[in-house]
C-alpha cells in the first residue's frame, strides 16, 4: 500500500474513533486517477461540483 493509501486509512481510523458517520471530499473533475483511487477505497461519487469565479 502506498502513501495515499495509508494516510486515507489513518484519516478513516481518527475518524471511526471520533464516532464521525463518514468523510467526505473534494477533488477537481479532470483528476480521473484520484477518482479512481478514491472509489477503491470505498468512496462513492455523490454529486459533480460546479464552482463559480467573477473576474474584474
Not at 489513518?10 to 471511526?16: G, L
Not at 486517477?33 to 474584474?56: D, P, R, T, V, W
Request: aromatic fraction near 12%; hydrophobic fraction near 35%; charge should be positive.
Amino acid at each position: 500500500m502506498g502513501i495515499g493509501g495509508m494516510l486515507i486509512d489513518s484519516i478513516e481510523k481518527w475518524a471511526r474513533d471520533e464516532s464521525s458517520k463518514g468523510l467526505r471530499l473534494v477533488t477537481r473533475e479532470k483528476r480521473e486517477q484520484a477518482h479512481n483511487f478514491y472509489m477503491k477505497k470505498g468512496f462513492k461519487e455523490i454529486k459533480l461540483q460546479k464552482n463559480f469565479k467573477k473576474y474584474f
